[in-house]
């Protein structure tokens, strides 16, 4: 394979035929930055990218040329597909004894706006999901001082009992961690109730970033690191898929970004349990942490597109539209992203932070956006199996209640 972005350099606005690769030819973009040309060569040839090499990509400033090659390795999985699905967020209490400063969702017991949900209230938010022809409940909350574990255990068997058919992404690893605890069960054990209650996957949440520096200051009392990292590697041991997440843009350097996206790419060797990553971009407003700015769109693809590059084993990489716009977002699927996470419906940890996005995008626009880019919209199931909405069972109305579908 002969590569000569040198060539190249400083010919703005030029698309030439640079690389051939395997029995391919490439067309790349100018690289500007000569520092990404190693990189380049080494993304063009399926090679891993190292420490060094995730450092380098995020201190260049060439973001397009870093677009360009997350793109590649993009299209070159899922070609121009892109994800989506109907599913609907469930945060049962936002009560916590966590604390953590990254926060502005959390509340204690007594403090204004703390809420718990009662099971039935829980249970009927779902039976409308059904109805508005959700696939997905995505169930994450606070670490409540007094709920004891069986309540969540009845929650999910009553979500499953009222809708069988819908999958329950439920309980980060934190929540799982805290679980453990109070129940005074092994992690292994704990996850093999909840899978046994019903509980189908976990969504990404409370990972932030490993590194034990920054979880010192932005989420003192949660599980570690190393924590997360071993809840997530017994639950893909007992058959549950999950998500991974990094929170980025607050205290945290270039080097523990890159640190913490291998611990994951390195557990992916290990298990295959990953089914997604989703960057989340910190939302400082109403947190322990409201003094910090706002990542800016830049580091937002930026981050899209290194996470694209380094996880070279994850399949799936989200621009999840609440935490990035959906015009940022948008983008993103030129970036390295190949889903825009759901409909959603109802988001509380973000919008408690200042964000200023809607709280449920319609599905008839998630496709719009999808399409602009230039991509096919797929909806999909949590796992990643194309929905035949034509070939599913249709929801069962309510008694007395007229059929709303939202989608
Ligand atoms: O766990 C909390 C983060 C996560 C803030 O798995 C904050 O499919 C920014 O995990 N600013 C919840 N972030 C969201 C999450 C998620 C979202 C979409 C899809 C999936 C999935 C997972 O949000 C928390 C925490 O890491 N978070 N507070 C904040 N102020």
């Known amino acids: ?3 000569e972005f040198g060539a190249l350099r400083n010919t703005p606005g030029r698309s030439m035929s640079v690389a051939q690769h395997s029995e391919m030819k490439i067309s790349a973009p100018v690289i500007d930055d000569s520092r990404l040309e190693p990189i380049a060569a080494k993304v063009l040839a399926g090679e891993r990218l190292s420490l060094e090499d995730g450092v ?5 400033p060439d973001l397009l040329a870093l677009g360009w090659l997350a793109n590649y390795v993009r299209e070159k999985r899922h070609g121009n597909v892109c994800y989506f699905n109907v599913n609907r967020h469930i945060n049962p209490t936002n009560v916590c004894v966590a604390h953590c400063k990254l926060c502005a969702f959390g509340r204690s017991p007594d403090a204004p706006g703390a809420y718990t949900f009662a099971l039935e209230e829980i249970w009927q938010r779902a039976e409308q999901g059904l109805r508005e ?16 574990f069986n309540y969540f255990l009845d929650l999910i068997r009553g979500l499953k009992a009222r809708c069988p058919g819908v999958h329950l992404k439920a309980f980060t690893m934190v929540e799982v961690g805290y679980f453990a605890r109070i129940s005074k069960l092994s992690i292994r054990d704990t996850l093999l109730a909840l899978k046994d209650a019903g509980v189908d996957s976990l969504p990404g949440g409370g990972a932030e970033i490993f590194n034990p520096r920054v979880r010192k200051v932005i989420c003192d009392h949660k599980v570690s690191g190393q924590q997360w990292l071993n809840i997530a590697r017994t639950a893909h041991q007992i058959g549950l898929h999950s998500n991974a997440t990094m929170l980025y843009g607050h205290i945290e350097t ?13 557990l992916q060797d290990e298990t295959g349990g990953f089914v997604a990553f989703i960057p989340l971009a910190f939302h400082p407003e109403n947190t322990g942490l409201a003094h910090l700015p706002k990542p800016t769109g830049f580091t937002d693809l930026k981050t899209i597109a290194i996470s694209r590059l380094l996880l070279d084993n994850f399949d799936h990489i989200k621009a999840y539209w609440i935490m990035l716009t959906p015009r940022v977002a ?10 825009m996470d759901g409909t959603v419906v109802e988001e509380k940890i973000y919008h408690d932070a200042g964000a200023t996005t809607d709280q449920f995008t319609p599905r008839t626009q998630l496709e719009r956006l999808i399409r602009e880019a230039g991509r096919v ?3 999909r199931d949590t796992l990643y199996r194309p929905i035949d909405r034509p070939k599913m069972p249709a929801p069962p109305p309510r008694p007395g209640a007229s059929l709303s579908i939202i989608v």
């Open 377 to 379: 919209p797929v909806e």
């Open 330 to 339: 948008q983008v993103a699927l030129r970036f390295g992203a190949d889903d």
């Open 1 to 3: 394979m002969r590569i």
């Open 254 to 266: 270039d080097e523990e970004r890159v640190e913490h996206l291998l611990a994951l790419r390195a």
């Open 56 to 60: 380098a990509l995020y201190r260049s």
């Open 133 to 148: 022809g959700a696939t997905e409940f995505h169930l994450v909350g606070g670490l409540h001082p007094d709920l004891p």
